[in-house]
């Protein structure tokens, strides 16, 4: 008798129950998809942010090297700004960039102070960026 009534319930609520099984799915689905896409937006984000710091960086490195007359243009130490800010930025998107990151700090605390004397310097910052940058495209053109 027990069976029968519990069989009997499942059939008279089937389409309540179908119906709370579809909507727990959607929301769980629908939660899933709105995660994802703000860490996409702020992967965006911050990947745009980087952009526009290199390209500050690159620069000032250009000022500095090809005209070191212009000091406030062209100020060495502001670069430390640029850089950890990119740093910082860095971390909330995914490997490799962080580590490219560090890569760039790393070169330019090597190469800053003698920008405006030496090619090599500021080539060596030049690629450091540039690398910077084809990671960051490749992963904005990854992004959903």
């Known amino acids: 008798m027990q069976k029968f009534n519990l069989l009997s319930q499942l059939q008279r609520n089937a389409v309540a129950i179908i ?3 579809i909507a727990l799915t959607s929301l769980g689905y ?3 998809r709105n995660e994802q896409s703000e860490g ?3 992967q965006r984000f911050a990947s745009f942010m980087i952009l526009l710091k290199l390209n ?3 620069q000032l490195v250009f000022h500095r090297r090809y005209d070191p007359d212009l000091e406030a243009k062209g100020n060495p130490r502001t670069g430390w700004t640029y850089i950890l800010t990119i740093k910082d930025l860095s971390q909330v998107l995914p490997p490799p960039l962080p ?3 560090d890569k760039l700090r790393a070169t330019w605390n090597i190469n800053w102070e003698d920008i405006e004397n030496g090619q090599n310097n500021a080539d060596n910052i030049l690629a450091g960026l540039d690398e910077m940058r084809d990671k960051t495209i490749t992963l904005l053109k990854t992004l959903e």
């Open 19 to 21: 119906s709370l099984v």
């Open 30 to 32: 629908n939660t899933w």
């Open 40 to 42: 996409n937006r702020n």
């Open 56 to 58: 500050e960086l690159q």
């Open 99 to 101: 580590a490219s990151a």
